[in-house]
């Protein structure tokens, strides 16, 4: 059974800077596709940005150069490194995997996700961006 389990999320002040985590078990993800999605109460979710087995990162254009992915393959972890904080990026994020992608992440999760077709989601982290 694949998990995989956010932390770091928390609430921090405009400007300020957190930094997320997942961690994933049962598949082996470090040649696939990983990334974060977020999803504010009574909107659709959106992608953030995506991450391929060899560390090459895809951003939404929102994210503005403001986060940076990252992953470590030894530990089946993925990260997303968030500064400038804004308001607006106030959400629930959600670390996904899929075992079935490895090139062009951003695009290709956000297809599965909009399918409903993502092998893997975390239950999810809440950031609150508060001025």
């Known amino acids: 059974q694949v998990t995989l389990v956010e932390s770091g999320g928390g609430s921090v002040q405009v400007g300020g800077s957190l930094r997320l985590s997942c961690r994933a078990s049962?598949?082996?993800?470090?040649?696939?596709?990983m990334g974060w999605f977020r999803q504010v109460p009574g909107k659709q979710r959106e992608a953030v940005a995506a991450?391929?087995?060899?560390?090459?990162?895809t951003y939404a254009d929102f994210v503005e150069g403001r986060f940076t992915v990252s992953r470590d393959n030894a530990k089946n972890e993925v990260y997303l490194e968030m500064n400038s904080l804004k308001s607006d990026d106030t959400a629930k994020y959600f670390c996904?995997?899929?075992?079935?992608?490895?090139?062009?992440?951003?695009?290709?999760?956000?297809?599965?996700?909009?399918?409903?077709?993502?092998?893997?989601w975390g239950q999810g982290t809440l950031v609150t961006v508060s001025s």
């Open positions: 991450i391929q087995g060899d560390g090459t990162p």
């Open positions: 996904v995997a899929d075992r079935f992608s490895a090139l062009y992440c951003l695009v290709r999760l956000t297809a599965l996700a909009g399918r409903n077709n993502l092998d893997a």
């Open positions: 049962g598949y082996d993800y470090s040649s696939h596709c």
